[in-house]
């Protein structure tokens, strides 16, 4: 089963703006982690934030990770064409060593 | 340095047909994950392996099996193919404490069952 649910589903924004997706999860967790995926191929890890950090910063990225409401995060800050893309988060156990992935946020960047 | 490779690429098979997807990991990794991905949906993880056993398994029926070789490269094998098994296949290697770290994928095996 999913881990749970990003928001939104798509988006649509301008070259230059800020892209921000939320994504909640259920079950504990000991880091939620950040892919990309362009077009149905692989997915590009981006960012890893830990269960007692807060906040991550990596180049135009920018995490938040709330436990307390099981959420998180993704800024991508000036964004470009080419970070057009699908994003998922994924929740990762070092007890069970698998990840959980949320349905993914379509992001549309216009040039 | 070589990243993840898959295949193949693509693969076109028979509903009750048999299928086998490799997938050699990143230098320097040690364990290898298998994950299915549905049209739309995230991935979804399938099973583990590290020194040659399967550690972990997801919800998956035993028709999804696997296996890996002493060089760390890894199969998933299908058996009697449904339907429903058409997905892009992907998978992710790491150290055995990859979860720490996060993982590297593959580009993914296109699987269409007809």
């Known amino acids: 089963s999913q881990q749970g649910e990003e928001d939104p589903q798509a988006l649509s924004i301008q070259e230059g703006e800020n892209a921000t997706m939320n994504c909640s999860y259920k079950?504990?967790?000991?880091?939620l982690q950040w892919y990309r995926q362009n077009s149905g191929r692989g997915l590009v890890h981006l960012i890893l934030?830990?269960?007692?950090?807060r906040e991550k910063h990596s180049g135009r990225l920018r995490v938040t990770l709330d436990t307390s409401k099981k959420s998180s995060s993704l800024l991508i800050t000036a964004s470009r064409a080419a970070d057009t893309a699908s994003y998922f988060c994924?929740?990762?156990?070092?007890?069970?060593?698998?990840?959980?992935f949320g349905q993914g946020t379509t992001l549309q960047v216009k040039p | 340095d070589a990243g993840v490779t898959q295949s193949p690429t693509h693969l076109i098979k028979t509903r009750g047909q048999q299928v086998t997807l490799r997938c050699s990991p990143k230098?320097?990794?040690?364990?290898v994950s298998w994950y299915q991905q549905a049209l739309g949906q995230g991935p979804q993880f399938i099973f583990q392996?590290?020194?040659?056993?399967?550690?972990q398994r997801g919800n998956f029926p035993d028709r999804f099996s696997g296996h890996q070789f002493p060089n760390y490269s890894s199969e998933l094998n299908v058996n009697a193919l449904l339907l429903g098994d058409s997905a892009l296949y992907l998978c992710?290697?790491?150290?055995?404490?990859?979860?720490?770290?996060?993982?590297?994928f593959g580009s993914g095996t296109r699987l269409t069952v007809v």
């Open positions: 230098s320097g990794h040690d364990t």
């Open positions: 079950t504990s967790i000991n880091n």
């Open positions: 992710a290697s790491s150290t055995f404490q990859g979860v720490r770290d996060g993982y590297t």
């Open positions: 994924a929740g990762g156990s070092s007890n069970t060593g698998k990840l959980i």
């Open positions: 392996y590290y020194e040659e056993e399967e550690r």
């Open positions: 934030i830990r269960s007692n950090e």
